[in-house]
């Protein structure tokens, strides 16, 4: 009994640790070393008008191999804190810029 109840708590800790956000946008800066900045446009409604507002994040990622450049669509996920203002890291590319 206490095994499958170990197993149980495992795999929720575990689904609890994947669970990290995952967000796509495109690098408005890719000047530092191994970091960019990546701009992540939202659609929300307003509360009052109900009508959809743009609004812009901007999200410092982490890029080991300094791979991505401006106007690049990536996707970046989540981390630990990597510095004073980086917390996110670069996953994929998702299309390179023209």
Avoid: C, Q
């Amino acid at each position: 009994m206490s095994e499958a109840t170990e197993t149980t708590s495992d795999t929720t800790a575990e689904a609890a640790r994947n669970a990290r956000k995952v967000r796509e946008g495109v690098v408005t800066s890719s000047s530092m070393d191994k970091t960019i900045t990546v701009a992540v446009t939202e659609r929300v409604r307003h509360p009052k008008y109900n009508k959809f507002i743009l609004r812009t994040k901007k999200l410092y990622a982490h890029d080991e191999a300094n791979d991505a450049g401006v106007g690049d669509k990536v996707r970046v996920m989540e981390t630990r804190p990597l510095s004073k203002n980086k917390r996110w890291r670069l996953v994929e590319i998702l299309e390179r810029a023209r």
